[in-house]
Every structure is written in structure tokens, then in C-alpha cells.
């Protein structure tokens, strides 16, 4: 196991020494802070274990740097330090997350201990992650990264509708973060022990779109050797996402209202109907009042479906939620890639702030996970993120704003439509093939943007 990183934050330069000398005999890799702006600082760029942080400090005090800390990274554990013991500042201490109180003059003795069990606290909790990651479990568990205002009203609307059986419809741009939140939803409930079985209904051919949904019987059609589930029994008792929801063909669009309304399917082939207990979570990254505007979705499904609504905000308007997110990707890498990455340096963080992130969150995972393939160690600096380096089309992004209009992706899409015809000379055939589409959403597209 690597050495624990503890950062030890006190006013006192002698209370520093003292810790540093008796945490590096134990074996404790020390990191010391003056006050609470400095370890701040620290904590955005570098990982920690464990803090050791007195209270009562100038500026910033000890339980406003507490809340920071577990803002940014929930999973360092922190230790208060206090000369003048107060029950109520203890007690509001252990509620804001802190691991322990101590008082002084400090008991190293006492100290020690604390310190292993901290540190066994730690071992487990990376024992657990890495549990979970082997049966598939990652996801669900992950935590809602971000302290924003908008962050926060998203994690109470959870913490308000988990344990409903209310659908929940949630909006956001592609890399915001929507199945995680879905996942939240559904490990907050009453229904976590039970299946949550996410769709991405985008993937999924138009001609097997009901057998995937609702099974079928053996015989049903050529090619159905034996019965099959479907993803909407295989949630039964528990939750069924709904990614890309505005894909689905109108035909699927009815057939899920209707389970929506009598809680029963009837397999492909089959004369016989079966009760259903799920909770149905979607998401998109369209405007669904527009797409019935256009005649794309059912107005009845989306009322059924719109009873919670989630808008997830792009991270171009959270940027100050970044540090805090590299801090659980370098996290989540570590134990994948087997590394111990203890950061990244203020020049990396500073340009990362500085770009606009058009793909969301998970383009900044991915900046971080390249960085790994390549072999990042130490630190990642500027050089680990040749996307963001000088001359980059990041970087350029990053440094000066645009200066012509963006189009919107309406307009984006109907413009690359309209070329993609006009090369093919109005071969509908081969101009879906060449977008990557069926033939049957070229005619939505079509029939939506009113290009003949």
C-alpha cells in the first residue's frame, strides 16, 4: 500500500513541526498548510488520504475548511483539532463529516491510533470500490461530483423523489452526467436491491426495438430460437433508464405508454400479458416539446413520463466544479490503471478552467484517461494534456471566444442533411448510410426540418 498523504493544517508552525515529525516516523507522507486558503489550494490540485485540521484559525476556521474539503472530495477523512474544547463545535464538527475530534495539548499515543484506523477506513474503502468495479457496480455507486447551486438543488430533488415511484425525465446535454443521476435515483430507493437496467435507445434497430423491449416467445419470428425476458421484465422490482428516449420509433413510443398506464406487457408472439413493477427514469438531450412540436414524440408519453423533471446544467457553466471532478477521475483511474497519480499541477488545472468543455464531463474524463494511457505518473501536467497544450484547437478554444455565432444543433444538423442529399443526389439509401442513420430516422429528420 502507498503511503498515506495527510494534510496537516495549523496556524501554530510548532503544532505543524510536532505533526509532521511524529505522522512521517509513522510512516505518513506529510503535506503542511499555514491556513485554511492555502489547504484549499492544495486540495484542488493534490490528493490526500486524510487531513488533520484545527479549528480555530484566522480567516478561514477550521469547520468552514471542513466544508470545503468534503465539498471538493468527500472521501478524505478529516480529523479536527481543537485547544478549546466546545460540545456544541464538536457535535457540529462530526455532523459537517469530520472523522474525529481531538484535543490538546494532543496525545500522540492517541494520535497514532486514530490515525491506523483512519488509514484501515481508507484500505476498505478502496477494497469495496474495487469489489463493486469487478461485478459491474461502478456506476451506480459513483457520487455526484459538485457543490454548485445547481448541483445541489439536483441532489435534494433526489434525496425529495427516491423513494416515489414517480417517473423522472431528465434533460441535459450528451456528457452531463444523466445516467449517473439516474443511477443516484434508483440506488436512493426503496428499489436499490433490485435491478436498474439502463437502454440506450438510440442503439437499438428500428426492426428490433419491441423484441428487445418486451421479449418474445420462441417461434415469434425467424431467428427466435427460445423465449426471451426483455429489458422492460428484466427491471421488474426495479428501474428501467431510458437513454436518448426521443429515439424510440412512434410505434415503441405508444406500446410504452400503455405499460406505463396498465403496468403489463405482452411478449412478441405471445397471446399472454405479464404484470410489471418497474420505475421508468428517462433522459435526453433533445427538446422534447419541440420534438412534438414536429411530430417526433407522443405529447401523452412525455406528460407520463415529465411527472419529475432533472435538467442537468453543462459543465461550461460549472467550471468551478472541475477541480473537484479531476480529483475523483485521478481517484478512479488510479485503482483502474494501478497508479498512484497524486494530482495535477496548477498549470494543467488553470487551462482545463479555462476550456468551454463542448463535450461535458465526459470530455474531461477523457482528457484524464488519455493522459493516463500514455503514461502519466507523479503529477499531470500541461504535457499530459496534449489537447490542451499551445496550438491545440482546446487550447484555441480555451483562450479567445468565438467570433462568429455557434449554430445551434438544430441547425447543425438540418444544414449537414441538406449537404449530405445534395452529394448524393437525393439517395435516401445512401445518404443515411453515409449519417450513420436508419433509413426510418432520415424520414423523422426529414419530415421534422421539412426538407423535401
Known amino acids: 500500500m502507498d503511503r498515506p498523504r495527510v494534510l496537516v493544517v495549523d496556524d501554530d508552525p510548532d503544532i505543524r513541526g510536532l505533526l509532521a515529525d511524529a505522522l512521517a516516523q509513522w510512516g505518513y507522507e506529510i503535506v503542511p498548510a499555514a491556513d485554511g486558503v492555502e489547504a484549499v489550494a492544495l486540495v484542488q490540485h493534490r490528493l490526500f488520504d486524510a487531513a488533520l485540521v484545527d479549528i480555530w484559525m484566522p480567516g478561514m476556521d477550521g469547520l468552514q475548511l471542513l466544508e470545503q474539503i468534503k465539498h471538493h472530495d468527500p472521501t478524505i477523512e478529516v480529523v479536527m483539532m481543537t485547544g478549546d474544547p466546545m460540545v456544541t463545535t464538536a457535535v457540529q464538527a462530526l455532523k459537517s463529516g469530520a472523522y474525529d475530534y481531538l484535543v490538546k495539548p494532543l496525545n500522540l499515543d492517541e494520535l497514532q491510533h486514530l490515525m ?117 421484465r428484466s427491471a421488474h422490482g426495479g428501474s428501467l433508464f431510458l437513454d436518448e428516449v426521443a429515439e ?18 405482452r411478449p412478441v408472439g405471445s397471446t399472454k400479458t405479464h404484470s410489471v413493477d418497474i420505475r421508468v427514469i428517462a433522459a435526453t438531450n433533445r427538446d422534447l416539446e419541440a420534438a412534438i412540436a414536429h411530430g417526433d414524440f407522443r405529447q401523452d408519453l412525455f406528460y407520463r413520463l415529465n411527472v419529475v423533471r432533472v435538467t442537468m446544467p453543462p459543465l461550461r457553466e460549472r467550471l468551478g466544479e472541475i477541480p473537484a471532478l479531476v480529483t475523483c ?53 500541461l504535457a499530459d494534456l496534449p489537447a490542451l497544450g499551445p496550438g491545440s484547437p482546446a487550447a484555441a478554444t480555451a483562450a479567445a471566444p468565438p467570433e462568429e455565432p455557434i449554430p445551434t444543433l438544430d441547425e447543425a444538423e438540418h444544414a449537414l442533411i441538406v449537404r449530405a442529399l445534395a452529394r448524393f443526389r437525393n439517395n435516401k439509401d445512401e445518404t443515411a448510410r453515409a449519417l450513420g442513420l436508419t433509413i426510418r430516422t432520415l424520414y423523422r429528420r426529414l419530415k421534422r426540418y421539412r426538407i423535401t
Open 248 to 265: 424510440l420509433t412512434p410505434a415503441l413510443q405508444a406500446k410504452l405508454l400503455r405499460v406505463l398506464q396498465e403496468k403489463e406487457i
Open 329 to 381: 477521475f485521478i481517484r478512479q483511474l488510479n485503482e483502474r490503471f494501478h497508479r498512484d497519480v497524486t494530482g495535477i499541477t496548477r498549470e494543467a488545472l488553470a487551462r482545463l478552467m479555462a476550456y468551454d468543455f463542448p463535450g461535458n464531463v465526459r470530455e474531461l474524463e477523457n482528457f484524464l484517461e488519455r493522459a493516463y494511457a500514455f503514461g502519466a505518473r507523479g503529477e499531470i501536467t
Open 116 to 232: 491506523s484506523q483512519v488509514v484501515e477506513k481508507r484500505f476498505l474503502s478502496r477494497e469495496l470500490s474495487a469489489l463493486r468495479r469487478e461485478l459491474g457496480e461502478q456506476l451506480t455507486v459513483k457520487e455526484l461530483v459538485g457543490a454548485s447551486p445547481a448541483m445541489l438543488q439536483i441532489k435534494d430533488v433526489i434525496a425529495r423523489v427516491a423513494d416515489s415511484d414517480s417517473p423522472v425525465l431528465i434533460e441535459g446535454e450528451s456528457g452531463t452526467g444523466k445516467e449517473l443521476v439516474a443511477a443516484a435515483i434508483h440506488r436512493a430507493s426503496s428499489r436499490a436491491r433490485k435491478p436498474f437496467v439502463p437502454v440506450n435507445c438510440s442503439a437499438i434497430p428500428d426492426e428490433l426495438m419491441e423484441s428487445e423491449f418486451f421479449g418474445h416467445v420462441r417461434g415469434a419470428f425467424s431467428g427466435a430460437v427460445a423465449d426471451a425476458l426483455g429489458l422492460v
